[in-house]
């Protein structure tokens, strides 16, 4: 079973084409899974923002409905702010 020189021409051709083809869809799916495991890295690094963001959302909350309330802003101006009333003295205690 000898081959001729067409077929071996043939042969070749057909090699070099499916080895192309191999290489053009190893080179695009390495591109792919490249970009999957950065986007993966970005979803868990906003994830983790968007938790602690809630968390400061939540805290934020508090403090709003914290500030509604009379008695605590005037304790809180007294101790954040040294603010007195009249005929408080302030006595700093470190």
């Not at 053009?24 to 490249?34: E, I």
């Not at 950065?38 to 968007?50: P, V």
């Not at 603010?83 to 006595?91: A, F, L």
């Amino acid at each position: 079973m000898k081959k001729t020189k067409k077929e071996k021409k043939r042969l070749f051709i057909l090699s070099c084409l499916i080895l192309f083809l191999v290489g053009s869809l190893v080179t695009s799916v390495s591109k792919d899974w490249t970009s999957i495991l950065n986007n993966n890295q970005e979803i868990k690094k906003l994830t983790t923002e968007y938790e602690e963001l809630l968390t400061e959302e939540e805290q934020l909350k508090s403090e709003v409905t914290k500030l509604q309330d009379p008695d605590y802003v005037a304790r809180y101006a007294k101790e954040k702010y040294m603010y007195s009333g009249e005929g408080e003295t302030i006595i700093r205690m470190d």
